[in-house]
């Protein structure tokens, strides 16, 4: 079975540039979120769907993030225009019901740099 | 918000050693999970807790949800190369609590453990 799939695995802009990233969960998988990561900290949560619909949106910085998952299956994060501090790793994840015991898998992240 | 406080930040051992790493939290949990990240890759789930006072074992690695809910620990026996990674905490809240934080994930700082052969 495959894994989370994210694209791209590295991405370098300069600032006020616009980026997305895209993220397939794995198959059969309902619910899909979207980690922030700095470095040396944990990840944070950004946004959460279960299917198309977001359930927990209430990390993301709406003035300049966007997400998507129009047909309930892959995702695209959107930033625009980028900031300086915007550069992390992006996690995605997904697991099958969202449930207690269900398992969070992720994906291998984006590492963003904004130059 | 809640917050996690992971420790050690930091560890240094030789291989063989056993090693411990500890969270706390400001809030309740209903489950406590410990994930280790490779470099470039994502976290991996090592051990789920799902009750107060659960202790539970994965090969070397022997994790406990803390009484009050507010804590957990990780250690790892007869430490190997391979154990060398990001380890992290993450407490979780109840999926039927309400409100938008449901099913939310809640992660420590991490630990980051070298060890050497």
């Known amino acids: 079975e495959a894994g989370v799939v994210q694209s791209p695995r590295y991405k370098i802009i300069e600032k006020k540039q616009p980026v997305a990233f895209w993220c397939n969960p794995i198959?059969?998988?309902?619910?899909l979120y979207w980690y922030l990561q700095n470095l040396g900290q944990g990840p944070e949560l950004l946004i959460r769907?279960?299917?198309?619909?977001?359930?927990?949106d209430s990390q993301l910085p709406k003035d300049r993030f966007s997400a998507e998952r129009l047909k309930g299956v892959d995702s695209t994060l959107k930033i625009q225009p980028a900031e300086l501090g915007d550069s992390a790793v992006y996690l995605c994840?997904?697991?099958?019901?969202?449930?207690?015991?269900?398992?969070?898998?992720f994906g291998p992240g984006t590492r963003l740099t904004v130059l | 918000g809640q917050q996690l406080n992971q420790s050690p930040q930091s560890m240094f051992i030789q291989e063989g050693e056993d090693v411990s790493m500890n969270c706390t939290s400001s809030?309740?949990?209903?489950?406590w999970l410990w994930y280790k990240q490779d470099p470039g890759e994502g976290p991996v789930l090592l051990i789920a807790?799902?009750?107060?006072?659960e202790l539970t074992s994965n090969g070397r690695l022997t994790a406990q949800f803390g009484i009050t809910r507010k804590d957990s620990f990780l250690n790892i026996s007869a430490s190997i190369p391979s154990d060398v990674g990001i380890y992290f905490c993450?407490?979780?809240?109840?999926?039927?609590?309400?409100?938008?934080?449901?099913?939310?994930?809640?992660f420590g700082q991490g630990t980051i453990l070298t060890v050497h052969p």
């Open positions: 769907y279960e299917n198309e619909e977001a359930v927990d």
């Open positions: 993450a407490g979780r809240n109840p999926v039927n609590a309400g409100g938008t934080s449901y099913g939310k994930l809640t």
């Open positions: 809030s309740i949990f209903n489950t």
């Open positions: 807790l799902y009750k107060a006072g």
């Open positions: 198959s059969g998988h309902n619910t």
């Open positions: 994840a997904s697991s099958r019901f969202g449930q207690d015991t269900d398992t969070q898998y």
